[in-house]
């Protein structure tokens, strides 16, 4: 009942195939970058920072740059400045005159009504690492600043695992959906709907492994992990599935609901009739389906007629013009030996099939 096509599923698909591949491999270089330059340059830092030592008194360190010592200087608060507020925290710039004279600020986390202590006149101890202030000590407590470089490598981390992994598997994900269409023409099997799902599981779960740990080696220890597990899920659910499914009859069974108002809904009509329609609605009522480009459904009506019998529900075939996506089911029909195609959200075809008034011969089948 399916529209006669020439060329295999797989040629037809090769360009969408070739792009989705040459997307993942540039997913993969930029990874490769982000883990090997802005991750690797953070930890770098972060490392320094946490080794560093105090100044000795003339601001050196034996052995070692002057900006690369911990510089301690007295200071006093003058104010806190407007609290900037984020998605998800807040931060507030705080003003303070160094016992030199010399006037700066420095950022902090959250808001200076959480923290008494930053009261003009307070006395503080600011330190300065590589010409910026990383922390101020209170009387009782340390405030580290927006330039504190500790956990700095999180963002590039967690972009480049995810975006590394995304792209290994958008490109495995291709070559099964390519083995695939060799042997099936549905476009939504299983078999690339569980490589999907496997794959945005790893994909979020690396984005995520750095700010679930305390360290980049552990992150990238909890991804490696997390492969073999979501693998064995995969397939674990794979081996269900292919003793519950078959591709042999792929029938869907629908039971009618016919209609008895008048609906609109998204839906098209294809083949070689005269009523067919890309407007992309159609009209369904009581003896009554239509297809129109009218969003109200009330003109350009081109009605079904009698003469459309229904055959099956199925889903989506890589062979069906416009290529329906995955929350459309397709209706094959005859009208005098002619294919028809009916293609609408599954929500909507019991109405479809409803206003079709569809025989016990007819019926969709349970396979």
Known sequence: MTPAKTDPPIRSSRTAILGASVFGLLCVLVATWLLLVPTRGALDEERAFRSAVGCASDGSVPGARGDDCLRTVEARIDRAGRVE???????FWLYVTEADGTSTRTRLPGSPDEHPVTRPGTRVDVTYWRDRIRYVDFESTRRYTNADPRGDYRLP????????LYGLLLTSGVYVAARR???SVRAFSWQVNLTVAGALCLTALAAAAPWLTDSAGSAF??????VPVVLAACWTTALLLRRRR????????????????EHCFPGTVLGDIPYAGAGGYLVAGPALLASTPDPTGTAFRREVPSTLTPVRVR????????????HCWVLECEDGGVPVLIITRKKTMPR??????PTPSTAPRQP
């Open 157 to 164: 981390c967690a972009f480049g695992l995810g975006l590394g």
């Open 246 to 261: 078959s591709d042999g009859d792929d029938t869907i069974a629908v039971t009618p609901s016919a209609p008895t108002t």
């Open 315 to 326: 889903p989506p075939y890589l062979t069906d013009p416009g290529r329906p996506d995955h």
């Open 221 to 226: 220890r909890l991804v490696g992990l997390s």
């Open 85 to 91: 507020r984020g998605r998800k925290t807040a931060r």
């Open 352 to 357: 479809v099939l409803g206003a079709l008034r």
């Open 181 to 183: 269409s060799r042997t």
